[in-house]
């Protein structure tokens, strides 16, 4: 079984402060990790993924997480937020097991203040 | 670039009453897969489908619940007997496959209003 722990469930943050959104996953095997944007009333936007390689991994929007196996972490950072980044991001962990399904974190709700 | 699909992007339905939600995967995937996500809430997963039978299931997905590749190319999900809490944005996955560097490819998903 696999579990995914977003740490914060509100950062609010002013714009052009950095921000980082925490996410802690559980697994027995071997995963591969996502964050998702989702606006309100829209659908899930990839923001960026690790499948393996580089455990810094770069994403749309000037978004970037890394990955630490030791830590068991996924944590998600912008140096320099924007208005516009004030959303719902939501870390998901997908195995290939278990029918590859995917794993979705209660969500963090950032709120880019002027 | 190839995308998921789904339709109707909002239905609204009568409490009892049967709708079926439409996606059209990504042609040459071979997983599918159906998401729940109640409003507020995170998203859930329902059920994945593959070489034409569930492969897993939640235990939201109950027998209320049913899915099927009519064709080549749709992917549905039946609701018998809608409920109020059955209102949620539904979604629709597909991936190729389960080797390695493969990801799920989400569509825009379903709004269903129970009323």
């Known amino acids: 079984a696999q579990s995914v722990t977003q740490l914060d469930s509100q950062v609010p943050v002013f714009e052009e402060a950095p921000v980082e959104l925490r996410c802690n996953y559980s697994?027995?095997?071997?995963?591969?990790l996502f964050w998702y944007v989702q606006y309100p009333n829209q659908g899930l936007q990839l923001l960026l993924k690790?499948?393996?390689?580089?455990?810094l991994v770069k994403g749309i929007n000037g978004f970037e997480a890394e990955f630490n196996k030791s830590q068991t972490s996924f944590h998600l950072r912008k140096p320099s937020v924007h208005i516009s980044d004030t959303a719902e991001y939501f870390c998901?962990?997908?195995?290939?097991?278990?029918?590859?399904?995917?794993?979705f974190g209660d969500g963090t709700t950032l709120t880019v203040k002027p | 670039e190839p995308e998921v699909t789904q339709t109707p992007s909002h239905q609204v339905t009568q409490m009892g009453q049967e709708v079926i939600l439409r996606c059209v995967p990504i042609?040459?995937?071979?997983?599918f897969y159906w998401y729940r996500q109640i409003l507020g809430q995170k998203v859930e997963f329902l059920v994945s489908?593959?070489?034409?039978?569930?492969?897993?299931k939640s235990e939201i997905f109950d027998d209320q619940f049913s899915v099927e590749r009519p064709d080549g190319s749709n992917f549905t999900l039946k609701i018998r007997s809608t409920k109020l809490e059955d209102s949620a944005m539904y979604f629709c996955?597909?991936?190729?496959?389960?080797?390695?560097?493969?990801?799920?490819?989400f569509g825009p998903g379903t709004r269903l209003t129970v009323l």
């Open positions: 998901a962990v997908s195995d290939f097991t278990n029918a590859g399904k995917s794993t």
């Open positions: 996955a597909s991936r190729a496959d389960r080797g390695q560097y493969n990801e799920q490819f």
């Open positions: 690790y499948l393996s390689g580089s455990t």
């Open positions: 489908f593959y070489n034409n039978e569930i492969s897993e």
């Open positions: 042609s040459n995937h071979l997983y």
């Open positions: 697994s027995s095997v071997s995963v591969y």
